[in-house]
């Protein structure tokens, strides 16, 4: 088992910045791909980046490439999202996972989520 926990999200108007952490603990963070998803309200939850268990390679959602950026710290079992030029349709819940995978929005270990209001 994996245990995720979030933080950093809040409110924050267009244009501005937050730095989302998950925090992991139990079995080995670090055999796993860390994936950040969200989830807007009436909506299906959506990618948004990943990285691979090295960090060697980061994947990212068209909507968000060029503005987020996805890091981990496997010393300190510590992912991170930092999202910038942040928009109005950024609002969501944002989950953190551990996975094998990359993309599957079920697969893996999941957090509870941190809520990222982006007000216009």
């Known amino acids: 088992q994996v245990q995720l926990v979030e933080s950093g999200g809040g409110l924050v108007q267009a244009g501005g910045s937050l730095r989302l952490s998950c925090a992991a603990s139990?079995?080995?963070?670090?055999?796993?791909?860390m994936r950040w998803f969200r989830q807007a309200p009436g909506k299906e939850r959506e990618f948004v980046a990943a990285?691979?268990?090295?960090?060697?390679?980061?994947y990212y959602a068209d909507s968000v490439k060029g503005r987020f950026t996805i890091s981990r710290d496997n010393a300190k079992n510590t992912g991170y999202l930092q999202m910038n030029s942040l928009k109005p349709e950024d609002t969501a819940v944002y989950y953190c996972?551990?996975?094998?995978?990359?993309?599957?929005?079920?697969?893996?270990?999941w957090g509870k989520g941190t809520l990222v209001t982006v007000s216009s």
């Open positions: 990285i691979t268990w090295r960090g060697a390679d980061a």
């Open positions: 996972s551990a996975a094998a995978v990359i993309y599957s929005p079920v697969a893996g270990y």
């Open positions: 139990g079995r080995t963070f670090s055999n796993y791909a």
